[in-house]
């Protein structure tokens, strides 16, 4: 063995700390032998993956039960998105068999002292790292919004090796959390127009595609708002299995710019549009918040919902992170867009719920979404900015 263990760390692997720990820990452990580690290190805190009952299936349940009956977490821990709003699920249409099955997914979590919120950006509600910290964290997304616009260390962990890495607070030390495995590969010019979201989700498309897992320095991009650079970082990751990138002028990270360099044109920008935009696509469903809606997207879409009726055929939802959704509700939000007949709808998303077969089309501002919506649910998409999802919402 070429990792080296601490006295509690050789404890946790000889079951001292319990069995789910000792589970844990030969998991943490030969994932660094594996990838050859020398040691393990802390980490600050664990986004956990594979949270929807629609993944994990009964097999996956029985799984997590035996690991809560003695398995606590030892450091801040949260969830990604379930296949539903954990309270107001009736509404969404969604059964009520599967709402028992998620809910004792959740209650499982709960058990062992995992922050029960389910989202893709935990980084918006308190589960935010500082630059140079070490996490582990499991959705694309937001692995690559930690690594790159926060400065956080993180592998892109799976389902299992996050929740070992919450119930044991350490991770082998491999991949991202090596400096030496952070520095950009490959420079992208970006000569586009960047509008909105849409755009930013675009980008990440025609970077994460041609790019593939090399790290992009990416030039070109005068500023970005954090809704844009998530909506890039769960495009540039989907399309592309990017965990990092640098952005000039944007992210915090210090690397060398490489001299090859690819340029981004509008004309690029264009293409992935109209690869997205299925022809003769039935527009029934609209959808933002892939990754899940701010406080500030919220407040936009209220305010254009406000007084208006969502049309007869069509459903809206807007997902988000149940703190945000109570702040929504504390600030009159939600009143607006549910009394427009759209759903705010909390710890979800379009591509967990069990949605197949429910609706033919999709319109949202999320090349992710468009992704998913594709690949898991047959839905046709078009991708558009949140103004013109709402407008399709109304008209
Ligand atoms: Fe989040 Fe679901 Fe999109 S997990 S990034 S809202 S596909």
């Not at 996050?162 to 952070?182: I, V």
């Amino acid at each position: 063995m070429s990792l080296i263990l601490t006295p509690e760390e050789k404890e946790m692997l000889e079951g001292k700390h319990g069995k789910a720990t000792r589970k844990a820990m030969e998991i943490i452990t030969t994932l660094g032998e594996i990838y050859g580690a020398k040691r393990l290190i802390p980490v600050a805190s664990v986004q956990i993956a594979g949270v929807s009952y629609h993944n994990l299936g009964e097999a996956g349940l029985e799984y997590l039960s035996e690991i809560a009956e003695d398995g606590r977490v030892r450091v801040l821990t949260t969830l990604n998105p379930a296949g539903m709003d954990m309270l107001e699920w009736k509404k969404h249409g969604i059964s009520e068999d599967f709402a028992m099955n998620q809910e004792r997914v959740v209650e499982t979590f709960e058990r062992m002292g995992v922050i029960t919120t389910c989202t893709c950006t935990p980084y918006l509600i308190g589960n935010l790292p500082h630059y140079g910290e070490h996490i582990a964290w499991a959705e694309s997304s937001a692995v690559c919004f930690a690594n790159s616009v926060i400065g956080a260390l993180t592998n892109r962990e799976g389902g299992p090796s996050a929740l070992a890495t919450a119930l044991t607070g350490k991770t082998a030390e491999y991949g991202f959390h090596l400096e030496e495995n952070r520095v950009a590969q490959v420079k992208y010019d970006v000569q586009a127009e960047l509008k909105d979201t849409d755009d930013f989700g675009l980008l990440g498309q025609v970077i994460g595609t041609r790019t593939g897992k090399t790290i992009p320095y990416i030039t070109g991009v005068e500023k970005a708002s954090i809704e844009e650079l998530k909506s890039f970082c769960a495009s540039v990751a989907t399309y592309g299995g990017v965990a990092i990138f640098h952005m000039g002028g944007i992210t915090p990270n210090k690397t060398p710019i490489p001299d090859k360099t690819e340029v981004v044109t509008d004309d690029d920008l264009r293409a992935a549009r109209v690869e997205l935009d299925d022809e003769g696509a039935k527009i029934d469903f609209i959808s933002v918040g892939c990754p899940h809606a701010s406080i500030k997207e919220i407040a936009k879409i209220a305010e254009m919902l406000d007084g208006k009726k969502v049309a007869k055929g069509k459903t809206v939802w807007i997902t988000t992170a149940k703190p945000t959704k109570d702040l929504a509700i504390k600030m009159g939000y939600y009143d607006k867009i549910e009394n427009a007949g759209a759903f705010l709808v909390a710890d979800a998303c379009c591509a967990v719920a069990p949605l197949k077969g429910k609706f033919t089309g999709l319109m949202t501002d999320s090349a992710k979404a468009c992704f998913y919506a594709r690949g898991k649910n047959k839905f046709k998409t078009e991708i558009r900015t949140i103004e013109q999802c709402i407008k399709e919402a109304i008209s």
